[in-house]
């Protein structure tokens, strides 16, 4: 079996591919470009991709494939239909990454929250030696206990990030967008409830057509002057123009994101022009990527192809 890993760079350097070299004639790409695909899969039984797009010219180019294996849960990077009807199987990943997002979904929330940034500059900046009190309220903060915790999303990582949510001690409600309400664990609200009633919303969903610019300046404007919002699900999901408006025009308390609607993200983004920069917290699509969520990954795509192998 010919096996590509076509960018390979997206799993990092400091990652063993032992468990798919094992597997057949193993060849690693660091990046691929649109126009080295062709050559570059022309002879592959199987691929192996994280971003790679795969429509219908894509996958007329590797005749031989049999095979995609994404190192990621999302799919939309696949044209689903087309692999089925060529007789391509297509698998993901599943669950490798929810203790990673979960951590940097608190890291992110909590930095915000407490303003660490912000004390952390004012310690080194020379300010606090100069103090004549030992403390500083520069920049208050409330704590998380008693407040109302807003989960869009409650899958895997949803339901992970609820559950040490409670153990803050928040009041924990979600909105589905499926419209699918599996969950009795905790209260499901309308959408436009849970931005008025949270002082958290924490994002964890796909990105689709119930999801596409899901929170705009609508629904922005519904939140309390004071809460915050968090993405650790995927871009899109909000609308980013609308978010650097509100933030700047403090609609909202701020906002933590890890995932954007172009990755990486432009040069010329309002995000990288807003001026309550305090309010915003950014991350480069780093949430997922523990040292030990990037090695279940690979683990887990070398068992899918040893399952696909052994049909």
């Known amino acids: 079996m010919n096996i590509i890993f076509l960018d390979a760079d997206t799993i990092g350097k400091d990652i063993s591919f032992l468990p798919l070299e094992q597997l057949g004639n193993f060849k690693v790409f660091g990046t691929t470009l649109s126009g080295e695909l062709s050559e570059r899969i022309k002879t592959a039984d199987i691929i192996v991709t994280n971003k790679v797009v795969f429509g219908q010219a894509e996958m007329d180019a590797a005749p031989n494939l049999k095979l995609i294996c994404l190192t990621a849960t999302?799919?939309?990077?696949?044209?689903?239909?087309?692999?089925?009807?060529?007789?391509?199987?297509?698998?993901?990943?599943?669950?490798?990454?929810?203790?990673?997002?979960?951590?940097?979904?608190?890291?992110?929330?909590?930095?915000?929250?407490?303003?660490?940034?912000?004390?952390?500059?004012?310690?080194?900046?020379?300010?606090?030696?100069?103090?004549?009190?030992?403390?500083?309220?520069?920049?208050?903060?409330?704590?998380?206990?008693?407040?109302?915790?807003?989960?869009?999303?409650?899958?895997?990582?949803?339901?992970?990030?609820?559950?040490?949510?409670?153990a803050f001690g928040t009041k924990v409600s979600y909105y589905s967008t499926s419209g699918k309400h599996t969950e009795d664990t905790y209260p499901c609200l309308s959408l436009s409830d849970l931005l008025q009633q949270s002082d958290i919303i924490s994002i964890h969903a796909p990105l689709n057509?119930?999801?596409?610019?899901?929170?705009?300046?609508?629904?922005?404007?519904?939140?309390?002057?004071?809460?915050?919002?968090?993405?650790?699900?995927?871009?899109?999901?909000?609308?980013?123009?609308?978010?650097?408006?509100?933030?700047?025009?403090?609609?909202?308390?701020?906002?933590?994101?890890?995932?954007?609607?172009?990755?990486?993200?432009?040069?010329?983004?309002?995000?990288?022009?807003?001026?309550?920069?305090?309010?915003?917290?950014?991350?480069?699509?780093v949430a997922w990527a523990s040292t030990e969520a990037r090695t279940r990954v690979v683990q887990l795509t070398a068992k899918n192809i040893e399952e696909f192998i052994g049909k």
């Open 74 to 166: 999302g799919m939309n990077n696949i044209d689903l239909a087309y692999a089925e009807k060529k007789g391509i199987t297509v698998k993901n990943a599943v669950n490798y990454s929810t203790e990673s997002v979960v951590q940097s979904t608190y890291a992110s929330l909590l930095a915000l929250l407490n303003g660490i940034v912000y004390f952390d500059h004012y310690v080194k900046s020379g300010a606090y030696s100069n103090s004549f009190i030992f403390t500083h309220f520069g920049h208050t903060f409330a704590e998380l206990s008693g407040k109302h915790f807003g989960i869009i999303g409650l899958g895997n990582i949803g339901k992970r990030v609820a559950e040490i949510a409670v």
């Open 209 to 285: 057509e119930n999801t596409q610019n899901l929170i705009g300046y609508n629904e922005l404007q519904q939140m309390k002057s004071t809460a915050l919002l968090i993405n650790m699900g995927r871009g899109g999901i909000i609308n980013e123009e609308d978010l650097a408006k509100a933030i700047d025009k403090n609609v909202i308390g701020g906002a933590a994101l890890d995932v954007y609607a172009h990755e990486p993200l432009p040069a010329e983004h309002p995000f990288m022009h807003i001026k309550n920069k305090q309010k915003l917290i950014l991350t480069p699509h």
